[in-house]
Structure formats: C-alpha cells, structure tokens
C-alpha cells in the first residue's frame, strides 16, 4: 500500500509545503470571497436605505404643500361665508358642501352618540313617582 504522505504528492503535485500552501490559499480565498459578498450586501442595503430617505423627503415636502394649500382654502371658505353675497353667490352650495363635509362642529353630540341615551324628559317607560301610569314626566 501506498503511503498517504505519497498519495498527497501525487495528486497535489508536489511537495507538503505546497500542499499546505493551496490549502491555506483555498482558505484564504474562500473567507475573502464572504467578505466580499458581505460588503456588497451592505453597500446594497445602504443605496437602498439612502434612495428611500431621498424619496420619503420628497413626499414629506408634498404633504406639507399640501396641507398648506388646504389650509388656505380653509380661510377662504370662511372668509367666503362672510360675504354679503354669499346667499345669492354661484359658489355657495359648494362652500355649503365642503363645509357639511370638512368642517363640521366637534362640540355637539353625533347623532349614533345619542342612540340608547336616555335624557331626563326621555319616556323611559317605567312609571315615575307621579300617577302618570305612560311613565311621562308630569
């Protein structure tokens, strides 16, 4: 049988210092190239990270036009109410819409608030301390 030591010659080719040279070469190489794949993960990761926060800047600096521009109309609308032509003008039952719709009053009670609320004058269908026997107040 052939010695190992004579079989690593043969098929590597030369000597044991070059057999643990490719060896440590292979290794070498091999920690080199997952190095590599991981700074490109992260390069990719960071233009990534970087085009988003260009992008959602962008969008921010939208939003604040926009809300903005509402604002404005919001005064105007207001400001159109005012008018002493308001009831006769082409543009009021458009401000009445918008306003019906946007800027409603938030004191008041809804109206599905008020379901299954019971106020004092409500008829609450038990008898009171009266001889009222419909359980109406007197």
């Known amino acids: 049988m052939m010695d190992a030591l004579t079989i690593l010659e043969w ?20 920690r080199m190239k997952k190095a590599s794949i991981k700074l490109d993960t992260i390069k990719v990761y960071q233009d990534i990270a970087e085009s988003n926060n260009q992008l959602l800047q962008e969008q921010n600096g939208k939003i604040v036009l926009l809300q903005k521009k509402v604002s404005h109309l919001e005064i105007i609308v207001v400001r159109v109410k005012e008018c002493d032509y308001y009831p006769t003008c082409p543009v ?13 009053r938030t004191e008041r009670q809804s109206e599905l608030a008020k379901i299954n609320n019971r106020h004092p004058r409500d008829d609450t269908g038990e008898s009171g301390e009266s001889d009222n026997t419909a359980g109406q107040p007197p």
């Open 92 to 104: 009021h039952k458009l401000v009445q819409d918008y306003a019906r719709e946007f800027l409603y």
């Open 11 to 30: 098929v590597a080719g030369g000597s044991i210092l070059s057999i643990i040279s490719n060896v440590l070469l292979f290794w070498n190489q091999q």
